[in-house]
């Protein structure tokens, strides 16, 4: 994990200091709980970003949302309606939780981890075709 990346997000969470940072922390929190090994970033001038073998989400705050974007959301398993946001794109979908909004955290966690297990896959394959090279 970044710990500069970690401060980071840290430091936004608290700056925030409203109901955009408390969601934030909550949803961090419900991310290290379905994956441990994941690796916080920093990117794009202050998101921030949630990766495992790629990245899984990222975590923009707005005035009247928190956005979380899953890079490969479109191939994601949603039975629980979780995606409310960027539905028509062929690769991200997110997830807009406004002042009040909750998350279905059982079902949140579920997302994370087949948002992990498709980064593996991707990996996966991208290794067996240089192999065939």
Not at 63 to 77: C, E, H, N, W, Y
Not at 105 to 125: D, H
Request: aromatic share 6%; hydrophobic share 40%.
């Amino acid at each position: 994990m970044s710990v500069a990346a970690s401060a980071n997000i840290d430091k936004r969470i608290k700056e925030l200091g409203d109901w955009r940072g408390e969601t934030l922390a909550r949803v961090r929190k419900l991310i290290h709980e379905a994956d441990p090994e994941i690796i916080e970033e920093w990117k794009w001038r202050g998101v921030p970003v949630w990766e495992h073998d790629g990245i899984v989400c990222t975590g923009e705050t707005y005035k009247q949302i928190v956005k979380l974007t899953f890079a490969r959301g479109a191939a994601l398993p949603d039975p629980k309606k979780l995606f409310n946001a960027s539905l028509d794109g062929n690769v991200r979908r997110a997830i807009d939780i406004p002042e009040g909004g909750t998350l279905n955290a059982p079902a949140f966690k579920t997302l994370i981890r087949a948002a992990v297990a498709a980064n593996k896959e991707a990996l996966a394959e991208r290794a067996a075709k240089k192999k065939k090279r």
